[in-house]
């Protein structure tokens, strides 16, 4: 069938639009279809379901994980370090202990009272668990690469990020929930973790690695991988909403405690943003390194955070609420991220620094500074040597000496 040449062109950029906020746009239709029929959902609450659905999303990272790029950042590997660092341990310990001081109570046990809280405990330790994950795997690079950014050094620090946060992530969020729950079911906890997360992580990785196909197969249809991911995703999120709604979670939670969660989403992305801007200018950070820091190391990866929530045990709290924040969070960083993109791309401004502060920079400036006193000496010891070769009169200096 024939259309017009405007026809399709406008065919061709809904489905452009579509396949670009495939997964928000999922996530929408997953919430709606949650709320309005939750039946179907509850009946596949089964958490062997939901593992088996992370298994095949950690199956397919581990497929797309590139791990050649390390074989090439030894000359920055200082940069690395730092980004790695400051997205596994600075943008969590920070926001996560500013978070856990937050007034929440436990509403969903009757435990609530007249005093001012900003919501069930559930949605905050959403919102720690979210800024406990390591940077984002696709997302992140792909903003990278739009603001002109070190791309090798960007899929370096999502690589070694994403494989670390399956041991880092669940440790760092054990710091702020309630020990004994973790500890009761602690084994259970890693048993899941491994079988859901490193194992098909490993068997992915190793089947690229290992077949040429396979390797083909996966770069030929690494969005249809990518759509597939997302899918799995929004398919747990429906799964977890349509069993809390239920069981009547959702009516004790009011508006007013999402749009207070929204804005502490908010805030803790620019808290992020902040902090690794202080990073980067501490550490004399070129323009290009810059983007990694504020473009991927202050993004979290929702794959990951899905997969712990589900894993989790049930004397945590709700796995939907705690889901939440990480599924409002998720599509707001990208939103305030993509106006960084440009001034990053544009800006001739950096490295900024502090000299009082970089060691690196100090000595770079007492070098600069010997380096202008030797070839000034040198410039000088030439023109006494020989005037001729540099066309100055020597007699008129002297003259002009004689006459001062």
């Not at 639009?17 to 928000?24: C, D, P, R, T």
């Not at 994403?162 to 880092?168: K, T």
Request: one cysteine or more.
């Amino acid at each position: 069938m024939l259309c017009a040449p405007f026809q399709c062109a406008n065919t061709v950029k809904v489905k452009e639009f579509l396949l670009k906020h495939f997964l928000i746009i999922s996530e929408v239709i997953a919430v709606v279809i949650a709320f309005a029929w939750p039946l179907p959902g509850s009946k596949l609450s089964h958490s062997t379901i939901s593992l088996c659905i992370v298994a095949l999303i950690f199956l397919f990272t581990g497929l797309k994980l590139k791990t050649d790029e390390l074989k090439s950042v030894y000359k920055s590997a200082d940069v690395v370090l730092v980004c790695c660092a400051t997205s596994l341990c600075i943008t969590t310990l920070i926001p996560g202990y500013i978070v856990h001081q937050l007034p929440f109570d436990d509403k969903l046990d009757g435990l609530d009272d007249d005093s001012f809280s900003f919501g069930p405990t559930e949605l905050k330790l959403g919102i720690i668990l979210f800024n406990c994950a390591p940077a984002t795997i696709a997302t992140g690079i792909i903003m990278v690469t739009g603001a002109e950014g070190d791309v090798v050094v960007a899929v370096a620090v999502s690589t070694i990020t994403n494989i670390a946060g399956c041991f880092v992530t669940p440790l760092l969020f054990s710091l702020f929930v309630d020990a004994e729950a973790m500890k009761q079911d602690s084994t259970k906890l890693l048993m899941k973790l491994g079988l859901s997360l490193l194992l098909p992580l490993f068997v992915g990785k190793v089947l690229a690695m290992s077949f040429a196909p396979v390797r083909k197969f996966v770069k030929d249809h690494k969005r249809k991988i990518g759509l597939i991911q997302s899918t799995g995703i929004c398919v747990i999120l429906w799964i977890k909403l349509s069993t809390s709604v239920k069981k009547g979670t959702f009516e004790l939670i009011a508006l007013t405690d999402i749009l207070i969660l929204i804005g502490i989403v908010i805030a803790c992305h620019c808290l992020l943003l902040l902090l690794n801007f202080i990073v980067s200018i501490s550490f004399c950070f070129k323009r290009e390194q810059l983007s990694v820091m504020l473009l991927l190391c202050s993004q979290k990866t929702l794959v990951l955070t899905a997969a712990i929530a589900t894993a989790l045990p049930e004397q945590i709290g709700d796995s939907a609420l705690i889901l939440l924040p990480c599924f409002i969070a998720h599509p707001l960083q990208m939103l305030i991220d993509s106006f960084l993109i440009q001034p990053l791309k544009s800006s001739p401004h950096f490295p900024l620094c502090v000299p009082w502060f970089c060691a690196k920079c100090r000595a770079a400036e007492e070098t600069d500074r010997t380096e202008d006193y030797e070839t000034g000496k040198d410039n000088i010891d030439e023109v006494v040597a020989n005037p001729g070769a540099t066309g100055i009169n020597m007699d008129t200096m002297n003259n002009d000496k004689s006459t001062v």
